[in-house]
């Protein structure tokens, strides 16, 4: 078995089933997490409608706040659009997913893919360079905040130099791109990567929490 053939059908099997276990295993873990006994009188219910508000109000930043966090937070969103385009939009990507979904959808010019995943490894720099200068945040940054910036950029990085070869063969740089995916699919779940599908559970038990204790949201 080459390269090439080993990240096509193991690696890339083993990972996705590690994914959806790692997944499954952070899920279940939040569900029948102890909750701390309450005994305060609830002001207010704190049902759907609370974890709903606190979602769509934590998708933008607080007035107070938005002059200090516009660059990070303009990188982030370059980031996160790119990333969402490179995986969902390029069309031999939904190729890869139509093979076990069963349907597809429109994707969009290479050089508009290339374009963005480009803006995409800048941004990560940049953000980079930001965590790396300032003293706070380098102060609080540990292992897992640069190792989760190391494997989200790394599937960017190794797809957008396929196109150079750079003299390697094509099914070499193939292969350690679909190798790159797969150690993202891994750490995916395990890390701060997690909020990719936490993100939501979390901000909705916060707007319920709140809501229940009359704090403002």
Known sequence: MDLLEFARGPALQVAAY???AGVIWRLVGIIFLKEKPEFSEPRKPGGLLAALKVIYTRSFTAHPFKRATLYPKMLAYVLHIG???VI???VPHIVFFEGFLGFDWP????????FAGVAAVVAGIALLVRRLTNPVLKLISNFDDYFSWFVTLLPIVTGLIMPVRMGVRYETLLAIHILSVAVLMIWLPFGKLGHTFLVFVTRGTTGMVFERRGAKT
């Open 18 to 20: 590690i994914l959806v």
């Open 83 to 85: 990333f969402f385009a």
């Open 88 to 90: 969902f939009l390029f």
């Open 107 to 114: 994707g969009l010019p290479n050089n508009v893919i290339y």
